[in-house]
């Protein structure tokens, strides 16, 4: 297959893949990047002064397509998708993460979409998960227009496209639209970027499956231990930022309007824990219950009931998780 259009050059593709303590999964996901049928791209890889191996196993593959940016301390999520984007030379960027991997053809289906829409400015495709036991589990996106767009302005949960994903034009950096420091929380940048990218851009699907999305429990977001009051807010933070944006013409976080803000995350916690105390025990013993850490969750359901020592229902989960260990 050529590289693009047979009428036009092959446009130049910038992958950028932002890395941090990955060296589980570093390997297959610059593999299959080296291994895609399109062949006129760079790598961006930038290590955000990972403590692991993941910066000399990066080094070792040794691939002149290879760029690789080693941040001299820990400059956050959305600090590191900043430099590979002012990084990249590319006419389209795309988005791989360090944890994941892509199909063969990925780059190639996404060049001729975007070659051949040249009023779409991004583009996500199907996906499939990929669980700690690598067991898959394919997921079907919209390639309806209206209705992707009809999600992102209702502000929908999940959003129609999956951030992983994506490959966008250059144009979208090159007026501005970067990651943010969200200031509370260290997740969630994603969707304020694609939120943002939204009210000015038009966003696509296609329906194949060209991206293998691990759902990785020992990651920074899918850990219980880094929850907090703020953090299991994000989702709503965002979609509190945007709203604000589209009802005053105001951004909070340009604003620097740390008050408004502070309201909103004090008026959440206010809403959940006046009905249940222990909410945020509570909360981190399901996540680790759900990744089948009994004693972790164990440890936390009495944490619970220290907090809210008449609570029936913690009882009773204690008393399932103790029997179901013996």
């Avoid at 892509?102 to 495709?125: E, K, M, P, W």
Wanted: hydrophobic share 40%; charged share 25%; proline share 2%.
């Amino acid at each position: 297959m050529m590289d693009s259009m047979s009428h036009s050059p092959a446009p130049f593709v910038s992958v950028i893949m932002p890395a941090y303590n990955v060296e589980a999964y570093i390997e297959k996901a610059i593999q299959s990047i080296l291994a895609q049928s399109y062949s006129h791209f760079e790598l961006i890889i930038a290590d955000d002064h990972s403590q692991d191996r993941t910066a000399r196993l990066i080094d070792a593959f040794g691939d002149d397509r290879i760029v690789f940016i080693q941040n001299k301390e820990n400059l956050g999520y959305a600090h590191n998708m900043n430099t590979l984007f002012k990084a990249a030379k590319g006419e389209y960027l795309i988005i791989q993460d360090a944890d994941d991997y892509s199909s063969g053809n990925r780059i190639q289906v996404l060049v001729d979409f975007l070659n051949t829409h040249r009023d779409v400015h991004v583009v996500g495709s199907s996906y499939i998960k990929v669980d700690d036991h690598e067991k898959e589990e394919r997921v079907s996106v919209s390639t309806d227009r209206t209705f992707i767009a009809t999600c992102f302005e209702q502000m929908s949960d999940p959003l129609p496209v999956l951030n992983g994903t994506l490959m966008f034009r250059r144009e979208i950096f090159d007026r501005g639209f970067l990651f943010r420091n969200l200031k509370y929380i260290n997740r969630a940048q994603d969707d304020d970027w694609l939120f943002r990218v939204s009210e000015h851009f038009t966003i696509a699907n296609v329906k194949e499956s060209l991206y293998y999305y691990r759902i990785n429990s020992s990651s920074m977001t899918q850990n219980p231990i880094h929850s907090n009051y703020y953090s299991i807010f994000a989702g709503d933070y965002v979609r509190f930022l945007k709203t604000h944006r589209k009802e005053h013409g105001v951004d909070l976080l340009e604003r620097a309007n740390w008050v408004e803000i502070e309201k909103f995350f004090q008026g959440k916690k206010d809403q959940i824990t006046s009905a249940e105390p222990a909410y945020m025990e509570l909360y981190i013993a399901h996540k680790f219950l759900s990744q089948g850490k009994r004693i972790r969750t164990l440890q936390w359901l009495l944490k619970a009931l220290w907090k809210d020592i008449g609570n029936a229902f913690i009882w009773k989960k204690i008393v399932y998780i103790v029997w179901k260990q013996n």
